[in-house]
């Protein structure tokens, strides 16, 4: 089976209509329709859609099943790389954590590993991002909807923690990691904004600008 074959399949098994697939992960219907007749043969989107539909996200793709990984599979990560496989690039899935102590810098690290998503070379081209230095996340709350829902998965660049005005990044603050929108204020101060407004904005300060660390610019989603 071709893409189309499969992303038809996949669809109908799982009760879905075109308009929900495409709402849910955001897309438009007619791009949606492309990849099914085959007008398109690849998308970012794809992960994103494999998970709504519940299938494999390396089976979508290629049509092969993933041996390694699998959307349940949860493994203790011994080097945090990137592969190249059927001219994909797979991206691990992280769970961070984060480690301080009084007067110790702050550190994150990825105890497991949740799976892998594929993405074209053409895409870290396009956003101008090293493939080394993404990691994928899973968003938890809804302080940043409806940009970012609860589950989405959402793409992170290591490399870029100089905060630049307006931008997203999952940081650490008040003992808690969390994707914020940051502003920078005159007396150097900075806004972490949630996009939902019943969340009110935390100020990270020169007092409490110690419990402060960014992880990584956001630059992708899915959900």
């Known amino acids: ?87 994909f690039i797979w991206i691990d899935v992280v769970q961070a954590n984060f480690s301080c102590g009084n007067g110790e810098p702050i550190e994150f690290h990825f105890d497991a590993i949740n799976g892998k998503l594929p993405f074209p070379p053409s895409f870290f081209k396009d956003k101008r991002v090293n493939p080394e230095h993404m990691r994928i996340i899973k968003a938890k709350g809804d302080s940043m909807s409806d940009f970012i829902k609860d589950g989405d998965y959402v793409g992170i660049d290591l490399a870029q923690t100089e905060i630049i005005d307006g931008e997203i990044y999952a940081v650490y603050f008040a ?12 007396n150097g101060s900075l806004v972490l904004h949630s996009l939902n407004s019943k969340y009110p904005d935390k100020i990270v300060t020169e007092e409490n600008g110690n419990n402060f660390k960014v992880m990584g610019r956001q630059f992708w989603r899915a959900g």
């Not at 992303?7 to 929900?20: F, G, P, S, W």
């Not at 990849?35 to 390396?58: Q, R």
């Not at 290629?62 to 190249?84: H, M, R, W």
């Not at 003992?175 to 005159?186: L, P, V, W």
Request: glycine share 6%.
């Open 1 to 87: 089976m071709e893409l189309k074959d499969r992303l038809k399949l996949a669809r109908k098994n799982a009760k879905k209509t075109q308009k929900e697939v495409a709402e849910h992960v955001g897309i438009t219907q007619p791009t949606l329709s492309q990849l099914e007749i085959g007008l398109l043969n690849s998308s970012t989107f794809l992960p994103a859609i494999a998970n709504f539909l519940g299938v494999d996200a390396y089976w979508l793709q290629t049509g092969k099943s993933s041996d390694a990984f699998t959307a349940n599979d949860v493994v203790k990560p011994t080097v945090v790389s990137t592969e190249i496989k059927d001219e």
């Open 175 to 186: 003992r808690e990691g969390m994707i914020k929108q940051i502003f920078k204020e005159a």
